[in-house]
Nanobody, 128 residues
Framework: QGQLVESGGGSVQTGGSLRLSCLVSGYKFTEYCMAWFRQGPGLEREAVASITNSGRKTNYADSVKGRFTISRDNAKNTVYLEIDSLKGEDAAMYYC?????????????????????WGQGTQVTVSS
């Protein structure tokens, strides 16, 4: 049984930075789109960033463009989310997600696609 395990969450001051990691095991990592979602208190879950199998293309929600950077290391089966210039509205549970993309088509990794594999989440708290 494969799994996705996030880490790196914590409490950071406004304006600070944080790097989240997601280690994937039990799946052929290079055949999956990867994405990060978040869900704040009382809010719906939203997709914030996604990345194609090889990492050649990334996608971002408008609300995080310029501050969030998604990347992956296929040798380590790990996807990352670098968060800079943290704002209060970034406080949320952050989830790593994956969807199969055996044909390696970039459009299949878009933010509006259905992601089927999920981690348990890592909490990000922002203090002023």
């Amino acid at each position: 049984q494969g799994q996705l395990v996030e880490s790196g969450g914590g409490s950071v001051q406004t304006g600070g930075s944080l790097r989240l990691s997601c280690l994937v095991s039990g799946y052929k990592f290079t055949e999956y789109c990867m994405a990060w979602f978040r869900q704040g208190p009382g809010l719906e879950r939203e997709a914030v960033a996604s990345i194609t199998n090889s990492g050649r293309k990334t996608n971002y929600a408008d609300s995080v463009k310029g501050r969030f950077t998604i990347s992956r290391d296929n040798a380590k089966n790990t996807v990352y989310l670098e968060i800079d210039s943290l704002k209060g509205e970034d406080a949320a549970m952050y989830y790593c997600a994956a969807r199969p993309n055996v044909v390696d088509q970039d459009w299949l990794c878009d933010l509006d696609r259905t992601y089927t594999l999920w981690g348990q989440g890592t909490q990000v708290t922002v203090s002023s």
